[in-house]
């Protein structure tokens, strides 16, 4: 079983920036893909970006293109998501995601987090 918990959401001002962490149990961190997902009141949760378990692929959502970072630390157990130049369409539940398969898809996903708010004011 793999378990994940966000943290480091939080309010903050259009332009600014945060990092999101993402902390998974279990020894076989590396065989899974991680992703970040997002979901805004009344829409359907929508993929972010993904890396691969060595961190030698990466993709993101165009929207979010130029803006965010993912990475991983396999040491650590860890994802990350850097959230630069943050803009109010960004305001959303974010929730990190591992799974088997590289994939951009909510169904490539089995193991989820409980998700952590992100709200950007203008």
């Known amino acids: 079983q793999v378990q994940l918990v966000e943290s480091g959401g939080g309010l903050v001002q259009a332009g600014g920036s945060l990092r999101l962490s993402c902390a998974a149990s279990g020894r076989t961190f590396s065989m899974y893909t991680m992703a970040w997902f997002r979901q805004a009141p009344g829409k359907e949760r929508e993929f972010v970006a993904r890396?691969?378990?060595?961190?030698?692929?990466?993709l993101y959502a165009d929207s979010v293109k130029g803006r965010f970072t993912i990475s991983r630390d396999n040491a650590k157990n860890t994802v990350y998501l850097q959230m630069n130049s943050l803009k109010p369409e960004d305001t959303a539940v974010y929730y990190c995601?591992?799974?088997?398969?590289?994939?951009?898809?909510?169904?490539?996903?089995?193991?989820w987090g409980q998700g952590t708010q992100v709200t950007v004011s203008s």
């Open positions: 890396i691969t378990g060595t961190g030698g692929s990466t």
């Open positions: 995601a591992a799974g088997p398969v590289i994939s951009r898809s909510v169904t490539g996903y089995p193991y």
